[in-house]
């Protein structure tokens, strides 16, 4: 019995080791960013800081360049915010993924798009790991790590 029990939770740790290995592989094979990284050094801080944000003065910060999203992956705490400015010379129309459907995380999709040096905050209330991109350009995309 006790046996049994052990090769059950063995086969239980391998499947879940499976499932998180093929996620985190898949996200960084379609961005090409590796999402430690995120957990390492978060936008505005030190080595595994986490930016609080209790109002959009003091929001994460995502800037839409000619070059794409910087920094591509951020990491917050449920509940946080990120704000999303676009210094590009396009529109910016911050979506979920996948491109087009956007129901990764359900609400998080601009109604309309903005041209250069306005902005677009979004609340974070859902933990896990939310790809978006440029719905008006889908290559350019990055990731929002929830905690």
Request: glycine residues 10%; charged residues 20%.
């Amino acid at each position: 019995m006790k046996k049994r029990r052990i090769e059950f939770i063995f086969i239980g740790i391998v499947i879940v080791s499976g499932i998180l290995f093929l996620a985190y592989t898949a996200i960084n094979d379609r961005n090409g960013a590796d999402v430690s990284d995120a957990l390492k050094a978060p936008v505005g801080g030190a080595p595994g800081e986490i930016q609080n944000s209790k109002n959009q003065s003091d929001a994460v910060r995502v800037i839409m360049t000619d070059n794409g999203f910087d920094p591509a992956i951020v990491t917050v705490k449920k509940g946080d915010s990120v704000f999303f400015e676009n210094r590009s010379g396009e529109m910016m129309l911050v979506a979920s993924d996948p491109h087009p459907q956007h129901d990764q995380y359900p609400g998080f999709a601009m109604k309309e798009g903005t041209t250069r040096g306005e902005s677009y905050y979004f609340t974070f209330d859902s933990s896990g790991v939310w790809g978006y991109h440029n719905h008006l350009n889908p290559e350019k995309t990055g990731i929002i790590v929830v905690i």
